[in-house]
């Protein structure tokens, strides 16, 4: 979801606490058949437990994390960011090209050598060199469906040539 943070407040869950933050939801990007609509955010009030630390009418964010029992929960394992932090093709990949890729699968490659081994996959490299930080394939490209059924990485501001894959970029 797109969000901004409007109120917070540790609640008594859990032997250490649960932080409760109170959002503005801008878009939802997934989930809405799990939750159509969310107003608070649960994350581990201790960051060494994993906790966010998110700040209160200062920012939007993009906040990725899981819905269970009825509510979403985040942490340091999921991909949270300042919404004006996010490269162009990030936004652009949410808005319009991410959902193409619903039926690919990104392998990632932590030491080479590294394959794909089924026409549904994209090879993720980014923890080749930048040690599991976001790095240019993470910023700049979606892996999306092309013609014939074979995912592969896609970076551009047109719609995907349906016609072509581009074996050549990362």
Known sequence: ????????KLVKEGPFGTMVYTIKQMKMY??????????????????????LKLEVNKYQYLITGRVYDGKMYTGLCNFVEKWDQLTLSQRKGLNYRYHLGCNCKIKSCYYLPCFVSSKNECLWTDMLSNFGYPGYQSKHYACIRQ???????????????????????P
Not at 1 to 8: E, F, L, P, Q, W
């Open 147 to 169: 013609k014939g059924g074979y995912c592969s990485w896609y970076r551009g501001w047109a719609p995907p040539d349906k016609s072509i894959i581009n074996a050549t970029d």
């Open 1 to 8: 979801i797109r969000a901004k943070v409007v109120g917070k």
């Open 30 to 51: 997934r989930g809405f058949t799990k939750m159509p609509h969310v107003q608070y955010i649960h994350t581990e009030a201790s960051e060494s437990l994993c906790g």
